[in-house]
Structure formats: structure tokens, C-alpha cells
């Protein structure tokens, strides 16, 4: 989000996380020394302070949300990686069409392969991060299970009356859903990253010259001729005469 948004729009308006729950209202924003607007200041549900850098809040859909470190991560991670990649690639046509020379070559190939690497271990450190939320999430659906398997008996046996059971149960069951899209969120984010690498990992395999395919198209007509001349020799057959005795 840009800073040069009318902050005072904004004040009041609801804030809710990546899978649209809701975190809290703006009440105010926090200004620089140029009295530009750079974090909003959010009152969360449950009725604490909370800042949020403008950079992690995202209105392009109409409603202000707000973005996870990780996930602004991942949306960098994926956006750049494939730039370098490409700028590296094409670093490498221009040296071999002679359009730079060699020693400004091999200084930028150092920038760029410097940059490919700290981004690929940010990426491996980005997919820990994220498949140990994933854990995660799967702990709090078994705790939500478990929680439910204990209403369900009690309401069973006539220990719990119907509307508590049910009060409980829609609780369970709106965690079990807004549980299940967390973990669906972070499995898509866990497939951009892996889908990153993934590029970044193959490579096109080159084309033979024109003399190793010349040799291999002679190979190929002498091993054809060969199997053809095999052929007729097979078919040269004895012919046998069975006669009676």
C-alpha cells in the first residue's frame, strides 16, 4: 500500500487476516517526522493495540487486509527470483554474442549468483517456517476433535443439554473450518516456493552441434544398413525336404 493513501478514509474501517477473519478496526495511524502515515494502529478483537507496517496491509479487493510477514515474503520470493534468474540468463547471451566484455560479465555474474543464492536460502528457510505452521494447524484440528468427541459423549449419555451442545459445536465447527483454511492457505504458499526452486532447478538441455549430429545421422544410416543387410541374411533360409521312407 502506497503512503500517500488518505489515512483518514481508513480510520475505522475493519481489518481481517488473509483467510478473512476478522482482526480489528483501524482506530488511528502513526506518522514519520514528515507527518507521512506509516503504520495504522489496530484494535484487535480482543481489545489490544497492534501496529501494521502500511506495506502489510492490502486493499486492492475493497477491504483492508492485513498480510503476514511470511506471506510478504513468499510474494517477494516468488516475484524475484524468477527476474534474477532471467536477467542471469540473458547476462549469458550477451557475453557469448560479444555485446559486453568478459570483465563486466563476470562482475555482474557475481551480483546476480550472490543474490540467486541468499534468495534460495531464504526460500529452504521460508518452507521450515512454513511446513512447521502446517504441524501446527494439524495439532489444533486434534485438539478440536478431541474437544468435539467430548461434547458428542456427554450430549450422548444426557450430561450436556441441547443448547449448550450446539453453542459448543458451532463454535468447534467454525475454528475446524477457519483451522482447515490456514492450513490450505500455507499449503499453496508451500507450493509457490517449492514451484520457485523447482525452476530455478531446470535446465534446458543444449542442443548437439552440427558435427556431433552429422556423426550420429552417419552412425544411425550405418546402423540402419547393417540391420537391413541382417535382415536379408536372415531371410536366406534351407529349404528342408521330408522324404517318406
Not at 555482474?108 to 543464492?117: M, Q, S, V
Not at 541468499?118 to 511446513?131: F, K
Not at 449448550?164 to 499449503?187: D, F, G, P
Not at 508451500?190 to 552440427?210: F, G, H, M, Q, T
Request: proline residues 2%; hydrophobic residues 35%; glycine residues 4%.
Amino acid at each position: 500500500m502506497s503512503i500517500s493513501i488518505n489515512a483518514s478514509e481508513l480510520v475505522g474501517k475493519n481489518v481481517k487476516d488473509e483467510n478473512e477473519k476478522e482482526i480489528g478496526k483501524i482506530v488511528s495511524f502513526l506518522i514519520d517526522s514528515s507527518g507521512q502515515p506509516r503504520e495504522a494502529l489496530v484494535e484487535t478483537v480482543q481489545g489490544q493495540l497492534t501496529r501494521y507496517p502500511l506495506d502489510h496491509l492490502d486493499m486492492t479487493k475493497g477491504e483492508v487486509i492485513a498480510i503476514s510477514e511470511v506471506a510478504k515474503k513468499i510474494e517477494a520470493l516468488t516475484e524475484q527470483l524468477p527476474k534474477i534468474r532471467k536477467k542471469r540468463n540473458i547476462l549469458d547471451k550477451l557475453v557469448a554474442n560479444k555485446v559486453i566484455p568478459s570483465g563486466i560479465y563476470e562482475n555482474l555474474c557475481k551480483e546476480f549468483d550472490k543474490a540467486l543464492k541468499e534468495m534460495r536460502n531464504e526460500a529452504q528457510i521460508l518452507l521450515e517456517s512454513v511446513d512447521k505452521q502446517v504441524k501446527a494447524q494439524d495439532e489444533q484440528l486434534k485438539t478440536l476433535q478431541l474437544a468435539r468427541a467430548f461434547l458428542e459423549i456427554e450430549h450422548g449419555i444426557g450430561t450436556l443439554n441441547d443448547e449448550t451442545y450446539q453453542q459448543s459445536i458451532m463454535t468447534i465447527l467454525r475454528e475446524v473450518k477457519n483451522t482447515q483454511q490456514i492450513k490450505l492457505s500455507l499449503l499453496r504458499a508451500k507450493d509457490r516456493i517449492a514451484d520457485a526452486l523447482l525452476e530455478e532447478k531446470e535446465e534446458v538441455k543444449p542442443e548437439p552441434a552440427e558435427e556431433e549430429k552429422g556423426e550420429t545421422s552417419e552412425a544411425s544410416i550405418e546402423g540402419k544398413n547393417e540391420i537391413t543387410t541382417q535382415s536379408k541374411e536372415s531371410k536366406q533360409t534351407l529349404t528342408v525336404r521330408v522324404t517318406e521312407g
